[in-house]
């Protein structure tokens, strides 16, 4: 079963996501609408899949990136994905700058590109 994170501070679109994930795959999922807070999670847990969004508060999810791998909670087993409604060039880019980062995807997204096993 896949354990997966999502961080992102949109209550209603974590809801959403989650509730399809959990009922369509074989999965956990967990949330977390504070990048503080994923960042302490992360220092004793590695999730299969991180569902990371770009523009949060505290930190946005390129910062969010930067202290994860300043941090050196980046392991091999761990997939993370960038999940934003931005289409702008610059953040797409701007993704591509972090070796950590498996693909970008825009919201909403295509579940079948997260490689979970249905129910």
């Given at each position: 079963?896949?354990?997966?994170i999502?961080i992102?501070?949109?209550?209603?679109h974590n809801?959403?996501?989650?509730?399809?994930?959990?009922?369509?795959?074989?999965?956990?999922?967990?949330c977390?609408t504070?990048?503080?807070?994923?960042?302490?999670?992360?220092?004793?847990?590695?999730?299969?899949?991180?569902?990371?969004?770009?523009?949060?508060?505290?930190?946005?999810g390129?910062e969010?990136?930067?202290n994860?791998?300043?941090?050196?909670?980046?392991?091999n087993?761990?997939?993370?994905?960038?999940?934003?409604?931005s289409?702008?060039e610059?953040?797409?880019?701007k993704?591509?700058?972090f070796?950590?980062?498996t693909?970008y995807?825009?919201?909403?997204?295509?579940?079948?590109?997260?490689?979970?096993?249905?129910?």
């Open positions: 079963m896949k354990n997966i999502i992102d501070d949109d209550d209603i809801f959403i996501l989650e509730n399809e994930l959990t009922s369509s795959y074989q999965c956990q999922v967990q977390f504070d990048t503080t807070k994923a960042t302490l999670y992360l220092k004793d847990n590695q999730p299969d899949i991180i569902l990371l969004d770009i523009n949060m508060r505290p930190m946005n390129f969010f990136l930067e994860y791998i300043s941090n050196k909670l980046v392991n087993k761990t997939k993370i994905y960038i999940i934003s409604s289409k702008h610059k953040d797409i880019n993704a591509k700058t070796p950590v980062i693909d995807l825009v919201k909403p997204i295509n579940y079948s590109v997260l490689n979970i096993s249905q129910k």
